[in-house]
């Protein structure tokens, strides 16, 4: 399996623009889960989801965050309008909570995000 | 909600020395706390995690011990190799079906040679 991708990689933006962050989670995994880290706030969680169902989006920091998971192979984090205090590397993990030893998540590489 | 609090936020050790990260859980419904490892520009993974119903676990020279009734857990690296410098976190979260963990703020751990 590739692991959990995520694309894309890098991205520069300005101000105002909106921002799409895209994840395609581990096949067979039905759980994902969408973080963004920073030096200052750590490593946090901002929304995750189970069978593609938003269960906890308490850590989204404000409206201008969305994400969805029309299927089981695909989730976006949308920031419109971005701001510079969004720079900052937003990861997607996912697991298996069926499985045994299902808690562990796998992250992807992650996408850092510079809004000038 | 579950918090998890994580010291020291950095540690320096000398090249072959032990480390040892702490870390404290609020809920004592937790019961399933891995320890990930995020190298410099990385994404992070799971190095080792214990159950509650186990209070050490070793693997190789990393190892983990759990204490419930104080609901504490920490880490614990011998024989320090430079390639052990990275960000620890460690996490809380129930042993259920779709649960989130509850991360630390992160231990940053740099090996002297």
């Known amino acids: 399996d590739a692991g959990v991708i995520q694309s894309p990689r890098h991205e520069v933006t300005e101000m105002g623009q909106e921002v799409t962050l895209r994840c395609k989670p581990i096949s067979g995994h039905n759980s994902l889960f969408w973080y963004r880290q920073t030096m200052m706030r750590g490593l946090e969680l901002l929304i995750y989801?189970?069978?593609?169902?938003?269960?906890?989006d308490s850590g989204m920091p404000e409206d201008r965050f969305s994400a969805k998971m029309p299927n089981a192979s695909f989730s976006t984090l949308k920031i419109q309008p971005s701001e510079p205090r969004d720079s900052a590397v937003y990861f997607c993990?996912?697991?298996?909570?069926?499985?045994?030893?299902?808690?562990?998540?796998?992250f992807g590489p992650g996408t850092r995000l510079l809004v000038l | 909600g579950e918090n998890v609090e994580q010291h020291p936020s950095t540690l320096s050790v000398q090249e072959g020395d032990s480390a040892v990260i702490k870390c404290t859980y609020s809920d004592s419904a937790s019961n399933y706390f891995p320890w990930y490892k995020q190298e410099l520009g990385k994404r992070p993974q799971l190095i080792i995690d214990?159950?509650?119903?186990?209070g050490e676990k070793k693997d190789q020279r990393i190892a983990v011990t759990l204490n419930k009734t104080a609901k504490h857990f920490s880490l614990h690296i011998t024989e320090t190799q430079p390639e052990d410098s990275a960000v620890y976190f460690c996490a809380a979260t129930l042993d259920s079906s779709a649960s989130k963990i509850i991360f630390g703020s992160g231990t940053r751990l740099s090996i002297r040679p």
């Open positions: 214990i159950r509650s119903n186990v």
């Open positions: 989801f189970n069978n593609n169902v938003p269960i906890d």
């Open positions: 993990a996912s697991s298996d909570p069926t499985s045994g030893g299902g808690e562990t998540q796998y």
